[in-house]
């Protein structure tokens, strides 16, 4: 046991140094070539964060852990959206891009529904799963949300009083490598060692996938949202969560399916409706007196309804 808690703190070392990186560099670059901090976080960033999560479902897809995949892909966003954005928003009150509020959480949402009615759609075999064809549905709504992303690059107009970035772009290059490094290790030490003390104490897949994996695979979005709030870049910080559960339900559901149809339990019909309840209320406090921020209370809010759900889930585990 002693051994897991010291890999278990290397890895959060290691996720925290790679975070500091990967803002940085991804920060810098974003100025040189005149991107958008959001653009950034909605896509280097996000797809740089979002690879424990792959890397964890191809495998438990290959070795037929159907309840570990789907809580991982849940729990991650439900995650991100309720813990992460919760405390980012506790940190640092979260001023939203019209962008962000009107096009990118609508997307995310609208991601969320179709993932749902295609795992509900009875196979022809009978039963409910994410098939091929489900999967190709998928990256194909990945391809247009790359598609807005190209005509957000191409339309964005720099503010006259951004800076030029000090140093090279290989040293812009090398500091987001080793940050998507330092994350990808990082996760995958507390992942591991998270996992090894699960079993342990004899949780089922469901919990282990909707708290301890979805926990540790979203290590890499905490780390790098805190680090970007702590930097006061909001923008880095939103559009990481919101790109990450993009990523997580159209990239990753769509490649993971496409390898290998995976089968689906109703068990989570509830988990996507705490997703979906919370970005609709998400968008609600946005919109709200046209203010487009995430207040502190309304992050606090956030992350104190999550926990109690994950309370509620460990207590019934007992």
């Not at 901090?37 to 740089?48: E, K, Q, Y």
């Not at 979005?221 to 006061?232: D, G, I, N, Q, Y």
């Not at 089968?263 to 988990?271: G, L, R």
């Amino acid at each position: 046991m002693t051994l897991q808690i010291i890999l278990l703190l290397a890895g959060m070392g290691l996720l925290i140094a790679g975070a500091e990186w990967l803002v940085g560099g991804a920060s810098s670059l974003a100025r040189k070539f005149k991107i958008s901090d959001l653009t950034i976080g909605l896509t280097v960033v996000a797809f740089g964060t979002s690879a424990p999560e792959l890397v964890v479902n191809l495998f438990a897809s290959a070795t037929d852990h159907q309840d570990i995949f789907f809580g991982n892909i849940l729990g991650s966003n439900n995650f991100n959206l309720f813990i992460i954005l919760g405390i980012a928003g506790v940190l640092l009150p979260l001023k939203v891009q019209v962008s962000t509020v009107w096009k990118e959480i609508p997307m995310s949402f609208a991601a969320l529904v179709v993932f749902y009615l295609l795992v509900h759609i009875p196979s022809p075999g009978g039963g409910m799963m994410l098939g091929r064809i489900d999967g190709l549905i998928l990256l194909g709504m990945f391809a247009f949300f790359q598609y807005y992303i190209y005509r957000q690059i191409k339309n964005y107009e720099p503010e006259e009083t951004m800076h030029k970035p000090s140093g090279p772009l290989f040293k812009m290059i090398v500091f987001i490598i080793l940050g998507l490094t330092g994350l990808i290790l990082g996760g995958k030490l507390v992942l591991d060692n998270a996992v090894l003390i699960a079993k342990a104490m004899g949780v089922s897949e469901k919990v282990i996938g909707l708290t301890i994996i979805a926990a540790g695979t979203s290590l890499p979005e905490l780390a790098t949202s805190v680090v970007a709030a702590f930097r006061k870049n909001a923008d880095i910080a939103v559009g990481n969560i919101v790109g990450s559960n993009i990523f997580n339900l159209l990239l990753i559901g769509g490649l993971v399916s496409t390898v290998s149809p995976i089968k689906y339990s109703p068990i989570f019909d509830i988990d996507f409706y705490i997703l979906a309840s919370g970005t609709i209320v998400l968008f609600i406090n946005l919109i709200a007196w046209k203010k487009h921020r995430l207040d502190r209370w309304e992050a606090a809010l956030l992350l104190s309804s999550y926990v109690g759900y994950t309370i509620y889930l460990i207590s019934k585990q007992g």
